[in-house]
């Protein structure tokens, strides 16, 4: 099993539903991370959970939220989905040692028509 | 976190090292330099990563020059498998949040 594991892989849906992206990781990592990206372009944060208790904005959180249900589950929620959220998604973790390097899951593919 | 720079897009024949470089001229003193890939629309993996010394491991090395402005990532025998979009990213160790630049899509040809 992967140690970052995101569900759905692929999603479509309608202007104006609720979706919600699951990640769940085996990692034990008390750090959680949410990004997203563009066709052609990099990855850009939407937010991070440093433990259950720290939710953190990145640099587009606007249209977003999360939930840190326990140290390994991090959700991603758009409460009103609408075209231009059509991206890939991606779910990473990292421990808090001095080195912090990134473990991302396989991505979450959505399209919003 | 300092800003880096990296040319958009590199080709490199198979068997050859690739080199990519980085410019971070901007870079503080406690700044880490990482490097990550990402293949196809698979998430980013982790490469490397150093502080002041050239570093290698199985993947790959990196060499940062002494001033630390900037750096190269060295592939040292490039397969077609490596095919990828490589990010250069300087960022406090510890630090909130890793961010992604464009990157170099580095193209190995047969």
């Known amino acids: 099993d992967a140690d970052v594991t995101q569900t759905p892989r692929n999603r479509i849906t309608k202007t104006g539903k609720r979706i919600m992206l699951e990640c769940s990781q085996t990692k034990g990592h008390d750090r959680m991370y949410w990004y997203r990206q563009d066709p052609g372009l990099g990855l850009r944060l939407i937010y991070y959970s440093f433990d259950v208790k720290d939710i953190n904005k990145g640099e587009i959180s606007d249209g977003y939220s999360v939930s840190r249900q326990a140290q390994a589950k991090f959700s991603l929620s758009l409460e009103s989905a609408i075209p231009n959220q059509t991206a890939l998604y991606f779910c990473?973790?990292?421990?808090?040692?001095?080195?912090?390097?990134?473990?991302f899951g396989a991505g979450s593919r959505l399209t919003v028509l | 976190d300092a800003k880096t720079t990296q040319p958009p897009s590199m080709d490199c024949a198979e068997g050859r090292a690739a080199n990519l470089p980085c410019n971070h001229s901007t870079i503080s003193g406690n700044e880490y330099v990482y490097w990550y890939r990402q293949i196809h629309s698979q998430g980013p993996q982790y490469i490397i990563h150093g502080l002041k010394n050239n570093e290698t491991n199985e993947m790959a090395s990196l060499i940062i020059t002494e001033d630390r402005k900037s750096s190269t990532l060295i592939l040292p025998h490039a397969t077609l498998r490596d095919t990828a979009v490589y990010y250069c990213?300087?960022?406090?160790?510890?630090?909130?949040?890793?961010?992604f630049g464009a990157g170099t899509r580095l193209t190995v040809k047969p």
């Open positions: 990213i300087v960022r406090v160790g510890n630090n909130n949040d890793m961010r």
């Open positions: 990473a973790t990292s421990d808090h040692s001095g080195a912090n390097v990134l473990t």
